[in-house]
């Protein structure tokens, strides 16, 4: 996947970004873990998410963003990240 660069910076991205908005709804954590997966293979590393993505305000944290931490961990950092 072709990557860009951030604005002014020096950060590059994927061209493609993937929305977050969805995860822990309409993708349950396994599917939402296989999604991931086929995005960062493909060359992704560009997620849109928000701390009001499926939140859950009894709980006070965002669903999406819990997940997306989870699998950040099982799945460790991408090298080009650090």
């Keep these: 996947m072709k990557q860009i660069k951030l604005g002014n910076t020096d950060l590059e ?5 993937l ?3 969805g995860i ?7 599917l939402a873990f296989q999604v991931l ?3 960062r293979e493909g060359g992704g590393n560009f997620i849109d998410t928000a701390n009001i993505y499926v939140r859950d305000f009894a709980a006070g944290y965002s669903l999406s963003e819990r997940i997306l931490g989870e699998y950040l961990r099982s799945r460790g ?5 650090s």
Excluded: H
């Design 13 to 17: 991205v994927s061209e493609i970004c």
């Design 19 to 21: 929305g977050a908005d």
């Design 24 to 30: 822990g709804s309409k993708l349950p954590r396994e």
């Design 37 to 39: 997966d086929r995005f």
């Design 77 to 81: 950092k991408d090298s080009s990240e």
